[in-house]
């Protein structure tokens, strides 16, 4: 036998190679189970949740939250909420059509996952996005346009109403929304609009996802000063349900 045989047909560096093959196969398989622990589709369409599986998803893991509290994943806690929405068809994984008001039904672009409903903190704390006006080491620099004031137009050209405050992000140092109060309002008049979803020109600040009149209907938070993380992705889920269901035209092909 040559130098590094074990027998006739087997040899160290062999041995060495099998050895690696099912390391990384293993490492494979704790991975995929691992990557099913959160963020991971654990229902099966038109079935609902689906059975513990020891094999491809891990024993639940608790994790200490960073503000106080934990959290055990995965839960297998399925998503309890109603669908407002139709099959087009009655085979799994079939388009779904909203059979109400598809902006705030939560289905398609305009869905929203179940977050916290508590507002998104920075390492030290403190509540992470709040208005301009509560913390005074932020303004608008001398020279950017201040929106404040500024006339909001809808998609259809319309005013829906004006820009009367900006709300930070603490932690990113970044404008994230726009407070819009609505044209003839005076009770619960306040909306938020995510300045991504907004262009300024001619100092008007234009929004092309919804119309002006649907501006009524975006999620109002709890709290005057605070916005949650689950109103957050509602309001999210809003703007982006309006790039497909704010007219019928835009369900429509484009050729």
Not at 191 to 216: D, E, Y
Request: aromatic letters at 8%; hydrophobic letters at 35%.
């Amino acid at each position: 036998m040559g130098k590094g045989a074990v027998t006739e047909y087997i040899d160290v560096a062999q041995i060495a190679l099998y050895v690696f093959f099912l390391f990384f196969a293993g490492l494979i398989w704790y991975l995929r189970r691992e990557d099913r622990r959160e963020g991971y589709p654990l229902e099966v369409d038109g079935k609902g949740m689906s059975a513990h599986s020891v094999l491809f998803i891990p024993d639940a893991k608790t994790f200490n939250l960073p503000h106080g509290g934990t959290v055990q994943a995965p839960n297998l806690r399925a998503d309890t909420r109603p669908v407002k929405a139709s099959r087009r068809t009655e085979y799994p994984g079939t388009p779904l059509e909203p059979t109400g008001d598809p902006l705030a039904d939560a289905v398609g672009p305009a869905s929203y996952a179940q977050r916290a409903d508590e507002p998104d903190r920075t390492f030290d704390g403190h509540v992470k996005i709040v208005p301009m006006a509560s913390d005074s080491h932020f303004h608008v620099a001398e020279e950017d346009p201040d929106p404040r004031g500024m006339d909001v137009l809808g998609a259809d050209g319309e005013v829906a109403g004006k820009i009367n405050e900006i709300w930070v992000d603490r932690a990113e140092t970044c404008i994230r929304y726009y407070e819009l109060k609505l044209a003839g309002s005076t009770r619960n008049a306040n909306r938020l609009l995510p300045v991504n979803c907004v262009r300024i020109n001619n100092n008007k600040v234009l929004v092309n996802s919804i119309l002006a009149s649907q501006f009524a209907g975006v999620p109002r938070t709890k709290n005057p000063d605070q916005v949650t993380l689950l109103e957050e992705d509602m309001i999210m889920g809003y703007y982006a349900g309006g790039r497909l269901y704010a007219t019928p035209d835009r369900q429509e092909p484009l050729i």
